[in-house]
Structure formats: structure tokens, C-alpha cells
């Protein structure tokens, strides 16, 4: 079982290990994930592994814990080095049977076909793809995120809307990835601040659960945008959660993609409460972005650089290189160019 020293130190595992030992499992539990896992810990983890003698992977915990495990299994089976993978080998499978417990309502990673691994070495985050890396079974349990603390429930909630928010107007969205998407937009909105509010709020939390798996069928199938291009540089460089890196650039990014996409940005401001059904399809679209920023100033998110902690942001300019060679690029409904990415860098400073 991957998971980390959070987890390891509460209740929470032991509520796990007692269910796998009532079923008769054996298992061994490996607790030193870190957030941002690098290729280093997975490595040690398939030591610890293969010393032990395990065959499958249970990731528990939040979305680092899941990619780490992911990153296990294909270790358990391949020799490829995980760089190789990150610098866009496919994983072709099969890997070692894999198995999802989330604690948080955000990544989805329980149900995609990526885990996101940080090279130390090029200071990036590496994007490991593959049919075979979605689980093959997880467990959506409010009680296993009643209690996480506000600031992780809100971070993590606002993946989970860009998340939905980017797939429902990517270039590579289809019917099918829309209603999942719009679903887990409007289940968002209707829930994501009672959750922050009171994680211990077992309806709310199950729908964020909900919600985090739809939103990640929906972008595993139909793409994200440059809300995550943009974020996944920032991340790295700054030392910034994921959850966080993305949704501080969702805002701008909806704002920048209105155009190319008024009908569904319309149907998001309606999806998240809004009525539209008076207004032209350009203000029903604006109204999008300023449910987005509402409720993410009711959940306590930052909305800057400064608030986020980085106190003197300077744009590296391989953080603008950085957003062209990913998949999320190119599913964005609106192109930009190096200028155009800079401007979008330098709006939050």
C-alpha cells in the first residue's frame, strides 16, 4: 500500500488495513510518499516492494499518493526507466494490479489514465501515460475525507472544477465527456463551499467524491487546457500544489477562451447557479467567470501570485516554453502564442 506520512500517522489507515486484514490480505505498507512524488520515491518504494514480496498496489491518500502508486505498478513490471515514460514512451501494459482509495475530492487520478511524477533532475513534472495505468477498482468513501483541513478541501475542490471547467470546452470534448463534465460543474457549485465549510459534511463530501471522478473521466477522455499548461510550469518552479497552480489560472484562462467557446461558457454560468435564459449568449458566457471567481473568494482561495505566497514572482521564460509541448496545449479552444502566454503569466503578478 503507497501512501504518506499524513495518512500513516491517522486513523485513516488503520481503518484500511483493518478492512484488508478482516478480508484476509496480506500486505505491506509503504508511507513515504511526499507531495509532487519524484522519480526517487518510487523507486525506493519498488525496492521496498520487491523486498517484500507484493504483487499489487493500493494507493491511498490524496493525488500524490495515487500517481505514486500508479508509478509503482508500471515499475513492478517494466524495467523502462520512468523518464523514458515521462518523455513520452506509452505505457503499453500490462502493469501490476492497481487499486485507488482517495482522501481527498479533487484529482480524479482514481479513474485516469495518467500519474504526474516530478524529474529532480529537470525540475519538471512528468506526465506518465497509458491505458493501462486507470485502476482497476476504487473506493469513494466520504468518511475516509471528513476532517481534512479547509484550505486542502478547497484546493483540491478547485482541481476538480478546472478539471471539469477545461474538459467540457476542450477541443477534444464529445457528448459524452460533456455530461460528465457539466455534471461535475453543477455538483461543484452546489457543494464545494458547504464542503470547505464543514469536510465532516458526509453528503457533501460524497458528492466532491462524485463530482473529482466524473470531472476525471471527463479530461481523461476529452483533454484539459492551458489552465493546467500554465499550471503544472508554476508548480514546478515555485514549489506549488498542483490544485492550487491550476485553478489560480482558470479564471484567466475562461476569460481568454470566452470567444472561441460562448455556448458552453453559457451553460457553465448556468450549470453553477447562474440564470441565462434573458441574456444575450456574450453575457450569459461572462457570467461563467464571475461565478468562478465568486466562489472561489467564498472558499478562501488566492486569487494572485502574492496571495498564493510567492511573493516575487519573475517569469522564468522556459516557463512559457514549457506550455507548448503538452497535450493540454492543444486541446485548448483558443490558441496562443509565446506573447500572448507571457501576458497570461504576468496577469496575476
Not at 520487491?50 to 493500493?58: D, L, P, T
Not at 486507470?134 to 478546472?162: H, K, Q, R, Y
Not at 464543514?198 to 471527463?218: I, P, V
Amino acid at each position: 500500500m503507497m501512501t504518506d506520512q499524513g495518512i500513516a500517522r491517522t486513523a485513516l489507515l488503520n481503518k484500511v488495513t483493518t478492512a484488508l486484514e478482516k478480508a484476509g490480505r496480506r500486505f505491506v505498507v509503504f508511507s513515504d510518499v511526499v507531495s509532487d512524488p519524484p522519480v526517487e520515491v518510487v523507486e525506493e518504494a519498488l525496492a521496498f516492494t520487491r523486498q517484500k514480496g507484493a504483487g499489487a498496489v493500493i494507493g491511498l491518500g490524496g493525488g500524490s499518493s495515487l500517481d505514486a502508486a500508479k508509478g509503482l505498478a508500471v515499475r513492478m513490471v517494466s524495467e523502462v526507466p520512468l523518464r523514458e515514460y515521462g518523455d513520452g514512451k506509452p505505457v503499453e501494459g500490462p502493469i501490476a494490479p492497481l487499486y485507488a482509495i482517495p482522501t481527498t475530492a479533487g484529482t480524479g487520478s482514481e479513474v485516469t489514465r495518467v500519474s504526474v511524477i516530478t524529474d529532480t533532475v529537470k525540475k519538471e513534472k512528468m506526465a506518465i501515460r497509458g491505458e493501462h495505468l486507470a485502476p482497476l477498482g476504487a473506493v469513494l468513501d466520504p468518511e475516509l475525507i471528513a476532517g481534512i483541513p479547509a484550505s486542502v478541501a478547497a484546493e483540491t475542490g478547485a482541481d476538480a472544477l478546472t478539471h471539469a471547467v477545461e474538459a467540457y470546452v476542450s477541443l477534444n470534448s464529445n457528448p459524452i465527456t460533456d455530461a460528465l463534465a457539466i455534471a461535475a460543474i453543477e455538483m461543484i457549485g452546489k457543494n464545494l463551499a458547504d464542503f470547505v465549510a464543514d469536510s465532516r459534511n458526509r453528503e457533501a463530501g460524497l458528492k466532491m467524491l462524485l463530482a473529482s471522478c466524473l470531472a476525471g473521466q471527463a479530461f481523461s477522455n476529452g483533454g484539459l487546457g492551458l489552465a493546467h499548461s500554465m499550471g503544472e510550469p508554476l508548480g514546478s518552479y515555485f514549489h506549488l500544489g498542483h490544485g492550487l497552480a491550476c485553478a489560480l489560472y482558470l479564471p484567466v484562462i475562461m476569460e481568454f477562451n470566452l470567444s472561441e467557446a460562448q455556448y458552453k461558457f453559457a451553460n457553465i454560468a448556468r450549470a453553477l447557479g447562474h440564470g441565462i435564459d434573458n441574456l444575450a449568449q456574450a453575457d450569459a458566457a461572462d457570467l461563467s467567470v464571475k461565478a468562478v471567481k465568486d466562489l472561489f473568494r467564498e472558499i478562501g482561495l488566492p486569487k494572485n501570485y502574492r496571495e498564493a505566497g510567492i511573493k516575487n514572482f519573475e517569469l522564468n521564460p522556459q516557463m512559457v516554453d514549457d506550455v507548448f509541448p503538452q497535450f493540454s496545449t492543444t486541446c485548448n479552444p483558443r490558441k496562443a502564442d509565446a506573447k500572448e502566454i507571457e501576458a497570461l503569466y504576468n496577469a496575476l503578478a
